[in-house]
């Protein structure tokens, strides 16, 4: 899941996830496939409804426990923050009709809109908002809020949920009245108000305290966005229907989403040939890579194939044995051939990662990836051996502890896991496992550092550097490698609280070159391309600059 430049483009940002998103985006989860007994999109035109899938099931519906594409782009859907962001990557009004910002860039007011109501009819106000971005801080809430740091921008924020002060109020947030929400900085952020469109940042109604299955039930979820959850039968479908007290409905076509839940690109693909399906593809699915030239050949009028600004990589755990030697770290990201991988087993013309930042991210005067180069290693099969055999005469290995890499359950990351598997053999001689998860369950062993490689996915939270860096951190929530390092800390503290850009895109290049270089805590493997099928009458989707997908001005001519 981040950065644009401190100059005007810093606030054309834009929002989403997975591993993280992630999102955090964490992306590229899965595959689809068309739920059973609902029409295709041959009716689609006439009823507005869409179908989609989602290549897993979202954990979670909570915005405060959110964090992967999956969760994003239902909850896009069911929720609306201050700002959205529009099809050219600008913040436009929410839920907030206007707002105000100080000269000094640290006072931000927002006029709430007066005709903003929830889907149960009760007035959405700025109670709301403080109410819900103080659940994401309080440390008492369980389990911890994987993207609290999001809102360390606030002032008082880090030090609320960090325990130095307890009392809320001391925290930059407050309602002046049921429609004025004031919010304090620490810093000059121009890219705040784009953040506030982040799932993290969404106001919740306030029915939800004490109440601990208000996000699983659909009878209990009270959301203020263009739709409703009216449908949750878990591993079969989800479903939103429009919302008839949203207040622009008048511009929502779509009358229903149908979402069916499915792994595989292969069924996906099949549905989406077979008219049962609208749209396929990123963010939510894949297409079968060893199909992918004929989708080329077949389809490539309803293609949407083109780079986005998100990083497909392996993620070490390096408190976890062998990995916690970084030569032994560095051996195994210099021995595998990533252009094999993208011409021949991906084959989506993604480019090659030696560095964390995909193009297309600002930088200081232009795009950080053209200012800094990813040239932070090289494949060296030779000099890969060598560090293999130093770090595991370091720990006095004569041979290697049993290695498992997890990767959650899709075609795609199966596919990709075993050429890399086979590629750590044939050079390295070394044997590797490989295991799929399903996804709740794959998440929840790298939070818990219970795995030695893992496949991970970064799709920004808005257009800045900081979103590639800030997950490193050892305060943040996202951050699954075990790795902890207070000079990391500070570089991207500086970064943060500077208002020099310049100075900024040097610390975030410092940070990089530790956490790929120096320290390999994960292992680039490609740039993503965003592959989608979109049916030709379906209009209004909007796919941002991170491939991350916007239903909800969607509709069928």
Known sequence: MKRKSLLMLLTLILVVGTVLAGCGSKNDNGGSTASGGDKGSSSAAKEQVLHINLSAEPPTFDPAQAQ????????????????????????????????????????????????????????VTAKDFVFAWERVLNPATSPAPPYAYQLYYIKGAEDYNSKKITDFNQVGVKATDDNTLEVTLNNPTPYFLGLTSFYTFYPVHQSVKDNAKWATDPKLMVTNGPFTLTTWTTGQKIEVTKNANYWDNQNIKLTKVTMSLSNSSATELSSYKAGQLDYAGNPNGTIPTDQMPAVKNELKDELDLKPIGSIYYYVFNTTAKPFDNVKIRKAFSMAISRQDIVDKVTMSEETPAFGFVPPGISGDKGEYRTEFKDDFFTEDMEEAKKLLAEGMQEEGYTTLPPITLIYNSDDKHKKIALAIADMWKKNLGVEVKTENQEWGVFLKNRQNLNYQIARAGWSPDYND?????????????????????????????????????????????????????????????????????????????????????????????
């Open 68 to 123: 992967d594409t999956q969760a994003n782009t239902v909850l896009k859907m069911m929720y609306e923050g201050l700002v959205r962001i529009d099809k050219d990557n600008n913040p436009i009004p929410g839920v907030a009709e206007k707002w105000d910002v100080s000269s000094d860039g640290l006072k931000y007011v927002f006029h709430l809109r007066k005709d903003a109501k929830w889907s149960n009819g009760d007035p």
């Open 465 to 557: 550097p900081m979103t590639f860096f800030d997950l490193w951190t050892s305060t943040s929530g996202n951050n699954d490698s075990g790795f902890k390092n207070k000079e990391y800390d500070a570089l991207i503290k500086d970064a943060f609280s500077t208002p020099d850009t310049a100075k900024r895109m040097e610390d975030f290049k410092k940070a990089e070159t530790m956490i790929i270089k120096d320290q390999q805590v994960v292992l680039p493997i490609y740039y993503y391309t965003n592959v989608a099928l979109i049916k030709p009458n379906l209009k209004g989707v909007v796919i941002d600059y991170a491939g991350q997908v916007d239903f909800t001005r969607a509709y069928f001519e």
